[in-house]
């Protein structure tokens, strides 16, 4: 089991033969499709597909069960603020009007192509965190020939990052330890207490900042730029090597976008005339 | 406080991380009152997460931890507190107010103690401890080292908890500052009646100041008993990558020539000597 | 001959502080000794590894006096970089020391400031990387290690930019002491099979000792003490007065020499010891 970092994938897992930029260019292109597909029904069986990706890679299941509350919530408040918040819109098909809340075919129409766009792209983020490690992020930067210091501030931050979640959870205990209950208490208590939580976290990381500083410039790193004028060698690349099967899914993921784009604005295909759900869905809601 | 009365039992402790790690696999620990008790082992051996268990931070998968007949899967947290207190390693790690009053009575406040209580437990704990009243409107941010420490321990003593967990009291800390804290903290306990525990990789000062002492090994007890015992038993220490102090040492490589195998300090060993010299002659 | 480190009438006083950190201090440090450096807290140590790396002054504001050479030129002299090619400095805290995100990054890292090859880079670290036994950790990111492992990869980082001076800072404070033990048989390995100038920094002298050619004792900004190890701890009532604790063993042939019992060298050693005693007690 080697640690990714949003979970766990077994060693065994086809995830790792792939070069970590082709995963980052994944991420990036593929989280742009659902901004050119309009019709709900297809940016569902996007998302569909990139779950089907997952189990393929051998992520666990369950831990999409994690995300499942919050999916809940986000079309929630998607629903609600089209609908509720939508104002007063003679001009639209009205469908029911609840207490003076007027609830409009459009609007329930936009919402629903809002949602299931923003739906495949929070799983391909999922997807790329739960493949990839740390280093996977660096080597992905690196490979295309970022800047150096760039990518350096990058690691550093996630570093940093984790640092602060140890620190946070022993914080945690140690208010506990004295007598710190929030079970049972009113939200805005709990909001004071994480801002409480800020203090402790400050000082420990203003202490260690100053080593941390120290250690990096006693390794021959000034912030000004690197020691030697010779052109830096990125050891991190020896291991990784950009294969034919790297290079073919990178073709893929091209042409795959290219045609979207295409097909987008030359034919309707991804266009919301050319929905099959929302037409039918609009013929069940005003009969 | 000297009733013989078991005030913490633990009975077949299992503890499961949130992960699945098994830390403490079937721990069976009884502490009377008064005790001055090490907690020795290894990295990952599992004394923190016992520490943690017995203050109720962490309740038990399997088994109980009973502190003055409360169990703590069933107790609130205000009602451990109370009963047994946990001094963290890194002061930073829990001072969070603007000035030291205010940091020694988070504490009694949390557990709803009446202001004047809060007062008279804040002033209290700060003369224990030795914290002078000028610093009592500092911000303990800019204190140095030693005076975090203090105003930690003294946030945990104005609790009143008859137990007291202190996590790695001397790391660095010079020889000074080491004998200063434990000469405090065998204050508390043999002045006050306080049970102190200390978790520490710092063997001669086990030697010194522990008369008990519980060495882990893997999610396990590897040996309990009194600190010469304990201390004296190389072989079973070993297995939890536990090594005497050097002065203990240097007796059971010369047990041989009469010396015990139990000797804790330099003088105990000067003693010796003296003794086995004076028989030869 | 130039000295590895000669240090003349030093002071240094940090900005926020009402006295200097050291106080007048001169020091001469030849190459390839092995020197320990020992003190209460707050007595300087610190301050005098940081100056000897250059950290001081360029790091940190405050005044200096006097001057600080390391292999002749003035640390202020050096160009960017340039001395901690030379010298390298391991700290005491393994977690703010660990900047990459796995062990190989890291040690991997201050070799690639100084702009080696590839090549090279494979081979420092295949070198290190045995020598201080991390050979199933290359991949392992910082959070998956005990304090022990980490400090074991900051020793190597710096060893992988092979600096002529290592200087340590309290190497092992906050390790347990198998983790201890390990870092001082590296600190051994490096001794017997390099010619590097090793300065440690420490409170747990009983690993320390056996290992040096010279000792220092640091006291409020001053050196009160410094003498191969054997003179320097037949002062053993001096430094207990100044509060730093010779190794146990050591402590007892002292009081065993003070109480005529005992003439001779004092062991260092807890072997030396044990022989030593044997002698006595069958006499």
């Known amino acids: 089991m080697n640690k990714t970092m949003l979970g766990y994938v077994p060693t065994e897992s086809p995830i790792y033969a792939i070069h970590p930029l082709v995963k980052l260019l994944f991420l990036l292109v593929v989280s742009l499709f659902p901004m050119f597909i309009t019709p709900p029904e297809l940016n569902f069986l996007l998302m569909a597909v990139i779950i089907i990706l997952m189990w393929a890679s051998r992520v666990s299941m369950r831990t999409l069960r994690i995300y499942i509350p919050m999916v809940i919530s986000m079309g929630s408040i998607i629903i609600i603020s089209y609908t509720v918040l939508g104002g007063v819109h003679p001009e639209f098909d009205l469908i029911v009007n609840v207490l003076g809340v007027r609830i409009y075919w459009e609007r329930i129409r936009d919402a629903l192509v809002v949602y299931f766009r923003i739906l495949p792209m929070i799983f391909t983020m999922v997807f790329f965190l739960s493949t990839s490690r740390e280093r996977d992020l660096i080597v992905a930067m690196r490979s295309v020939r970022i800047p150096f210091v760039i990518t350096y501030v990058f690691a550093m931050a996630l570093r940093a990052a984790g640092m602060v979640l140890e620190d946070f959870q022993i914080v945690r205990q140690a208010e506990r330890a004295r007598g710190f209950d929030p079970a049972g208490k009113s939200l805005l208590y709990k909001i004071r207490t994480y801002v409480m939580y800020m203090i402790p976290l400050f000082a420990l990381s203003l202490r260690r900042s100053e080593e941390f500083t120290n250690a990096l410039v006693a390794r021959g790193y000034a912030f000004t730029g690197q020691v030697s004028k010779a052109a830096r060698a990125d050891f991190i690349l020896t291991h990784y090597q950009f294969t034919a099967l790297d290079a073919v899914l990178t073709g893929l993921i091209a042409i795959a976008f290219v045609l979207l784009l295409i097909f987008r604005y030359s034919s309707g295909i991804f266009s919301l005339e050319a929905s099959v759900f929302i037409p039918w869905l609009h013929d069940i809601l005003l009969g | 406080m000297a009733d013989k009365h078991p005030y913490i039992q633990v009975v077949d402790l299992v503890y499961h991380y949130p992960d699945g790690t098994e830390a403490l696999r079937g721990i069976d620990l009884t502490i009377s009152g008064s005790e001055f008790i090490a907690f020795i082992g290894q990295n990952g051996s599992g004394k923190t997460t016992l520490s943690k268990c017995l203050n109720g931070l962490f309740k038990p998968t399997r088994g109980d931890v009973i502190v003055d007949s409360l169990n703590t899967r069933n107790t609130s947290i205000e009602q451990m507190v109370r009963r047994v207190g946990y001094v963290f390693q890194n002061p930073d790690h829990q001072l969070f107010n603007n000035n030291c009053w205010d940091e020694i009575a988070y504490g009694p406040r949390n557990i709803q103690l009446s202001e004047g209580e809060v007062k008279e437990r804040v002033e209290d704990a700060a003369k224990v401890v030795g914290l002078p009243e000028d610093y009592f409107s500092e911000h303990p941010f800019f204190l140095p080292k030693g005076l975090r420490q203090r105003v930690a321990i003294a946030s945990i003593l104005a609790l009143r908890p008859s137990v007291i967990i202190v996590d790695e009291p001397t790391t660095g800390q010079d020889a000074k500052q080491s004998l200063e804290i434990m000469d405090f903290l065998l204050s508390l306990n043999k002045g006050l009646g306080h049970t102190i525990i200390i978790i520490t990789h710092d063997m001669p000062i086990v030697a010194h100041y522990a008369r008990r002492i519980v060495a882990m090994g893997q999610g396990q007890i590897v040996v309990d008993g009194p600190t010469a015992e304990v201390f004296s038993q190389a072989d079973k220490l070993a297995q939890t990558f536990i090594e005497p102090p050097q002065i203990t040492q240097l007796a059971q490589n010369s047990a041989h020539l009469g010396f015990n195998p139990g000797t804790l300090t330099v003088d105990e060993m000067l003693t010796q000597y003296e003794g086995l010299i004076a028989t030869k002659q | ?283």
């Open chain 3, 1 to 283: 001959m130039v000295q590895a480190v000669e240090i003349s009438n030093y002071s240094w006083k940090y900005i926020n502080t009402q006295s200097p950190a050291l106080k007048d201090i001169s020091l001469t440090i030849e190459e390839g000794t092995f020197v320990g450096v020992v003190g209460p807290n707050g007595s300087g140590k610190t301050t005098l590894a940081l100056s000897m790396d250059g950290l001081i002054p360029g790091q940190y504001h405050g005044i200096k006096q006097g001057e600080v050479r390391v292999f002749g030129k003035e640390v202020e002299e050096y160009s960017g970089g340039e001395l901690q090619q030379i010298v390298g400095v391991v700290f005491s805290d393994p977690e703010s020391q660990f900047t990459a995100m796995t062990v190989e990054d890291e040690i991997v890292f201050g070799m690639e400031n100084l702009g080696l090859a590839i090549p090279e880079i494979r081979e420092r670290l295949d070198w290190v990387v045995d020598l201080t036994e991390l050979g199933d950790m290359l991949d392992k990111p910082p959070y998956e290690l005990s304090g022990g492992q980490k400090q074991r990869v900051a020793l190597a980082a710096v060893l992988a930019m092979t600096p002529r001076i290592m200087i340590l800072d309290e190497p092992t404070s906050m390790l347990d002491p198998i983790s201890r033990k390990r870092i001082f048989e590296v600190l051994e390995k490096l001794r017997r099979e390099q010619s590097n100038t090793i300065i440690v920094i420490e409170h747990s002298l009983e690993n320390l000792v056996p290992l040096t050619d010279r000792m220092i004792l640091l006291h409020d900004g001053h050196i009160l003490l410094e003498d191969e190890p054997h003179a320097f701890f037949k002062q053993t009532e001096f430094l207990l007065e100044k509060n730093v604790f010779p190794p146990e063993a050591t402590q007892l042939f002292y009081r065993l020499s003070v109480d005529g019992r005992y003439e001779g060298q004092l062991p260092l050693t807890l072997e030396s010891a044990t022989s030593l005693l044997e002698g006595l007690v069958k006499k």
